[in-house]
């Protein structure tokens, strides 16, 4: 049992008697009213988002969940393939479970996924992903102006926001949470 205000994207809750994942959580205080958690909900068995708004110190069952390492291997039509790196088998993930993390893997890259009774409910990626640079306009020469940002196009597919120092072919680490730039690997 834990309570409300330790909701976390990602963590797995019986709600109403039903396995549930948290999509969204977000603490609210409005002035002198009580404050609570705001959440959004995926119901494991029958996929259904549930808006679901939690007292702070209501207690929320947490079911056994295993944590396992993966390695990504490729996508198969909707599902994406890993394996499991202590005994080399090779398992589906349905996309639905991946979610949003799919926009930052490529193949050989580790993840971490939950089971519950033998079956995956979640999928997570690092918090910080190094992807190369394979689209980005040119820095602009005497542009000078600090906190100017470029858009560009990382190695998966997805758009970022760099330094204008940042060219094509440059690995750069970002944060997965908010898809933001951090360094250029080092």
Same mark, same amino acid.
């Given at each position: 049992m834990i309570k409300a205000v330790e909701l976390r994207k990602g963590r797995t809750?019986?709600? &109403?008697?039903?396995?549930?994942?948290v999509h969204e959580a977000q603490h609210v205080a409005k002035g002198n009213?009580?404050? *609570?958690? #705001?959440?959004?909900?995926?119901?494991?068995?029958?996929?259904?988002i549930t808006d679901v708004?939690?007292?702070? &110190?209501?207690?929320? !069952?947490?079911?056994?969940?295993?944590?396992k390492d993966y390695e990504f291997l490729y996508r198969d039509g909707e599902d994406l393939v890993v394996m499991d790196?202590?005994? *080399? &088998? #090779?398992?589906p993930v349905p996309g639905e479970v991946v979610g949003d993390a799919e926009k930052w893997l490529k193949p050989n890259q580790r993840v971490s996924c939950q089971l *519950?009774?033998?079956q995956m409910i979640s999928? /997570?990626?690092?918090?910080?992903?190094?992807? !190369?640079?394979?689209e980005t306009t040119p820095a602009i020469k005497g542009a000078t102006a600090t906190n100017q940002l470029k858009d560009a196009v990382l190695e998966t597919g997805v758009r970022v926001r760099v330094p204008?120092?940042?060219? /094509?072919?440059?690995?750069?680490?970002? &944060?997965?949470r908010t898809g933001e730039y951090l360094e250029r690997a080092k």
């Open positions: 809750i019986v709600h &109403d008697g039903q396995l549930s994942v009213k009580r404050s *609570y958690m #705001q959440a959004k909900i995926k119901n494991l068995k029958s996929g259904t708004r939690f007292n702070v &110190d209501e207690r929320i !069952e947490i079911p056994f969940v295993e944590s790196l202590e005994t *080399y &088998d #090779q398992f *519950y009774e033998g999928f /997570e990626v690092p918090l910080v992903v190094e992807l !190369e640079v394979t204008p120092f940042v060219e /094509e072919g440059t690995v750069v680490r970002v &944060d997965t």
